[in-house]
């Protein structure tokens, strides 16, 4: 510029003046009279609120610096500004992992706080975490990321992870009622027994163990393995069962099973099968079956209760108490023969009883009708 010019300054504005050999400013207020072969340019200053802050680099050095707020700055001619941020509050319970990283460290920084970051620094995360409310119903499981272990924290407190941890699960306290067994299994493969019954009926599960989902038999042909069972009742139940079994003059029949059966032995229905009420009904009705097989149709109906109760309970049999079980009692609910034809003359048969039965009783009354009136005169 070789014509002067006089330039006025306002109390946040300054000339950056570029001459041959130099750089300068000059801060407001004021006014600057330019000389010839001067580059003048106006600038404002940085102001910054109370929680803002920037990062300030040296042209000549390279050297970042942060200047925080809240402040009014100037810049010097070999100064400029690379980053505008605000600064991170925290909350009491709140905390943030910061990374360095020239050296790779981890730091965390808790609430109540407000953060400001170097410029070789980054959180670990978009916002703030909150801490974790660990109390008689709620634990965390931690993560060291040195050591690879893991480890339960029950101690009540808001619990903040160290800059080596890391949150794994928020396990919730397991409480048993007093008819509840539950199965664990332990880090080695092992069973672990906790009952409604014993000291330890409220519990956390340890960092290395696990739950033990069985999945029982369903449907009334116990067809489908698609029952998940985490808790087993050990209270006596009802259960319904329905096959196919054939006479000894070969009528096929469908007959439907009430069991009325409890599990009294968990750790040795656990060593044997992970199925009860499916081995329960298989076997039973292998024994029905068999049973069934050696009466005719008419001795099957005159006595179903007897013959299925005889076949599932009175037989010297182990089967079920190697599996924990007892069948308390079992019922025959309902009987139809598999063969339409068959079905149709079985129901005449029942209908014609009835109306026999119904003939018998109403001869029955009319006997007693007759014999009062004898007695009377």
Same mark, same amino acid.
């Given at each position: 510029?070789?014509? +002067? ?31 010839? $072969? ?35 700055? $100037? ?37 109540? =706080? ?10 670990? /995360? &978009? ?16 993560? &060291? ?13 808001? $619990?903040?992870?160290? +800059? ?68 087993? &009742? ?14 000894? &003059? ?25 199925? =009860? ?13 068999? /049973?069934? /097989? ?5 001795? $099957? ?77």
């Amino acid at each position: 510029m070789i014509i +002067p010019m006089i330039h006025y300054l306002k109390e946040d504005e300054q000339l950056l003046i570029e001459r041959f050999t130099e750089r300068t400013v000059i801060n407001g207020p004021g006014q600057y009279i330019s000389r010839p $072969f001067e580059r003048v340019k106006k600038r404002s200053a940085v102001v910054l609120e109370a929680r803002d802050y920037v990062y300030i680099k040296n042209q000549l050095t390279g050297e970042i610096r942060v200047e925080r707020g809240p402040l009014l700055y $100037f810049l010097t001619a070999t100064e400029s500004v690379i980053k505008r941020l605000s600064a991170i509050p925290l909350k009491e319970s709140q905390y943030i992992k910061i990374l360095d990283n020239n050296t790779g460290i981890v730091r965390v920084v808790q609430g109540e =706080a407000t953060v400001y970051l170097e410029p070789h620094e980054e959180t670990l /995360s &978009d916002d703030p975490q909150s801490g974790i409310t660990v109390d008689e119903h709620h634990a965390v499981i931690v993560r &060291d990321m040195t050591t690879r272990q893991r480890e339960l924290i029950t101690t009540p407190q808001v $619990f903040i992870p160290s +800059p080596t941890q890391t949150i794994d699960s928020l396990p919730q306290r397991i409480r048993l009622e007093d008819h509840e067994t539950m199965i664990i299994r332990d880090r080695d493969g092992r069973y672990i027994l906790r009952s409604g019954q014993g000291e330890e009926r409220s519990f956390f599960l340890d960092p290395y163990q696990e739950t033990v989902t069985l999945y029982w038999s369903s449907g009334i042909h116990k067809d489908d393995r698609n029952l998940k069972i985490n808790r087993i &009742d050990t209270r006596p139940k009802f259960m319904w069962f329905e096959f196919e079994v054939r006479t000894q &003059d070969n009528v096929e029949l469908v007959i439907g099973i009430t069991f009325f059966w409890q599990i009294i032995n968990v750790e040795g229905m656990i060593k044997v099968t992970d199925d =009860a009420p499916g081995d329960l009904c298989s076997h039973a009705r292998s024994m029905i079956i068999q /049973s069934v /097989s050696r009466v005719t149709l008419e001795q $099957f109906l005159e006595g179903f209760n007897n013959i299925v109760r005889q076949a599932v309970i009175e037989q010297e049999d182990s089967f079920y108490s190697e599996r924990g079980m007892v069948v308390h009692a079992v019922e025959v609910r309902s009987v139809a023969c598999k063969d339409p034809d068959t079905q149709r003359i079985l129901q005449e048969i029942i209908q014609e009883t009835t109306n026999r039965l119904n003939r018998l009783q109403q001869q029955e009354s009319e006997n007693e009708i007759r014999l009062k009136n004898l007695q009377g005169q």
